[in-house]
Structure formats: structure tokens, C-alpha cells
């Protein structure tokens, strides 16, 4: 059974929701810059970047365990300011029969899905996920304010 979870991040600059959008949309490799605690590399291998169907590999860190997830860019509205990826290979799947993730910025807020289902009953909800969207996105709006 399908589940689903939300996070909402308040963006505190006015001027933040169009870079930010731009940020995840074509520059979201830099995420092992802004955030290299968690991100420890990504791979592009197929498609390209800020287009639907861009596939990369991610090395990342949560909750203090090593990860990878292969993840899609599903789809991408502009109008919307709307990204959504489908985590489909990778470790993270060993956790989870589906894993999809939506990014959507208003002004002010960028505001996180995660649709998910678990492969058994023993693995928690991803709160955690959810969490690293929060931090994530406060880190990537003070970045993109120091690099702008």
C-alpha cells in the first residue's frame, strides 16, 4: 500500500524560490559541495541534466549508513516550479517497493512529497528522508545566497 509524506521548508528571501527551483532542476550535482557530510557523489548516466528522464546514480549518507539510489527525473513543470524524481535501483529500493519524490517551490516555501512503499512491514516510514529535505533545503538556499 501506497503511503505518503510531507515536508515544507520556508524560504526566508523572496528572491530564493526561482533560484532554488533552478538549483534542483539543473544544478542539483553540486548538492556534494553544498552538503558533503551527506552527499558523497553522483553520477549522470543517462539523459541530461534539467531534462525528464536525466537518470543518476547518488552515494550518499543518512542516518549514518552509506546508501546509493538510482533515481529518474520523472517530470518537470516549469509553470508549476514542480520536479518530481522515482528513486528505481540502489539500496534504498531494498527498503522500498516504490520511492518517489516531488519537489514543488511556491514564494516562500519549498514544499516536499514522498509517495513510498515499503518492501515489508519492518521498515520504518522514511521521516528521515523527510528531515533531509528540510536541512537540504535551508543549506541549498544559504548557498545559493553566498554564491549569487
Given at each position: 500500500?501506497?503511503?505518503?509524506?510531507?515536508?515544507?521548508?520556508?524560504?526566508?528571501?523572496?528572491?530564493s524560490a526561482?533560484?532554488?527551483?533552478?538549483?534542483?532542476?539543473?544544478?542539483?550535482?553540486?548538492?556534494?559541495?553544498?552538503?558533503?557530510?551527506?552527499?558523497?557523489?553522483?553520477?549522470?548516466?543517462?539523459?541530461?541534466?534539467?531534462?525528464?528522464?536525466?537518470?543518476?546514480?547518488?552515494?550518499?549518507?543518512?542516518?549514518?549508513?552509506?546508501?546509493?539510489?538510482?533515481?529518474?527525473?520523472?517530470?518537470?513543470?516549469?509553470?508549476?516550479?514542480?520536479?518530481?524524481?522515482?528513486?528505481?535501483?540502489?539500496?534504498?529500493?531494498q527498503l522500498?517497493?516504490?520511492?518517489?519524490?516531488?519537489?514543488?517551490?511556491?514564494?516562500?516555501?519549498?514544499?516536499?512529497?514522498?509517495?513510498?512503499?515499503?518492501?515489508?512491514?519492518?521498515?520504518?516510514?522514511?521521516?528521515?528522508?523527510?528531515?533531509?529535505?528540510?536541512?537540504?533545503?535551508?543549506?541549498?538556499?544559504?548557498?545559493?545566497?553566498?554564491?549569487?
Amino acid at each position: 500500500m501506497s503511503q505518503k509524506l510531507e515536508a515544507t521548508a520556508e524560504l526566508k528571501y523572496a528572491s530564493s524560490a526561482d533560484k532554488f527551483y533552478v538549483f534542483f532542476k539543473n544544478n542539483m550535482n553540486d548538492l556534494i559541495n553544498v552538503f558533503p557530510a551527506s552527499f558523497k557523489s553522483v553520477q549522470l548516466l543517462e539523459g541530461e541534466e534539467g531534462s525528464i528522464g536525466c537518470v543518476k546514480l547518488w552515494n550518499y549518507v543518512i542516518g549514518g549508513i552509506p546508501m546509493t539510489v538510482k533515481a529518474k527525473t520523472e517530470a518537470i513543470d516549469d509553470d508549476k516550479r514542480s520536479i518530481t524524481f522515482v528513486a528505481f535501483d540502489g539500496d534504498l529500493m531494498q527498503l522500498y517497493k516504490s520511492f518517489k519524490a516531488t519537489l514543488t517551490v511556491n514564494d516562500g516555501f519549498a514544499n516536499w512529497s514522498i509517495e513510498y512503499e515499503k518492501a515489508h512491514e519492518a521498515v520504518p516510514s522514511p521521516d528521515i528522508y523527510a528531515a533531509l529535505t528540510i536541512k537540504v533545503s535551508n543549506l541549498v538556499e544559504n548557498y545559493l545566497l553566498k554564491t549569487n
